[in-house]
Nanobody, 121 residues
Framework: QVQLVESGGGLVQPGGSLNLSCVAS????????MGWYRQAPGKQREFVAG??????NYADSVKGRFTFSRDNGKNTVYLQMSSLNTEDTAVYYC????????????????WGQGTQVTVSL
């Protein structure tokens, strides 16, 4: 089994910063992609930032404010969020494409349980 566990969410004032972490654990042979999505109330889940292979991408709405990083040795990804505004309020989910064995040609997709980020006065 594979589990993704997020941490670091909370309440922050507009203009503030918050850091999220996501750890992948379990039977992992390789992580092909890993990143962050978010879902605000009444809206569809959207991509925020993440990597696939050697490429890191960001949603236009967070470029220059959010920084994505990873620690391959710890199967962990991070999201440093700064200059937060009320539109960043959402549940942030970790997502990954993981191969559990060298026998598997393709990866399986996994989601974390989500962590709430609220930007408010």
């Amino acid at each position: 089994q594979v589990q993704l566990v997020e941490s670091g969410g909370g309440l922050v004032q507009p203009g503030g910063s918050l850091n999220l972490s996501c750890v992948a654990s379990g039977t992992i042979f390789s992580i092909d992609a890993m990143g962050w999505y978010r879902q605000a109330p009444g809206k569809q889940r959207e991509f925020v930032a993440g990597f696939r292979g050697d490429i890191t991408n960001y949603a236009d709405s967070v470029k220059g404010r959010f920084t994505f990083s990873r620690d391959n040795g710890k199967n962990t990804v991070y999201l440093q969020m700064s200059s937060l505004n009320t539109e960043d309020t959402a549940v942030y989910y970790c997502n990954a494409d993981i191969r559990r064995s060298w026998k598997f040609i393709t990866s399986s997709n996994y989601w974390g349980q989500g962590t709430q980020v609220t930007v408010s006065l």
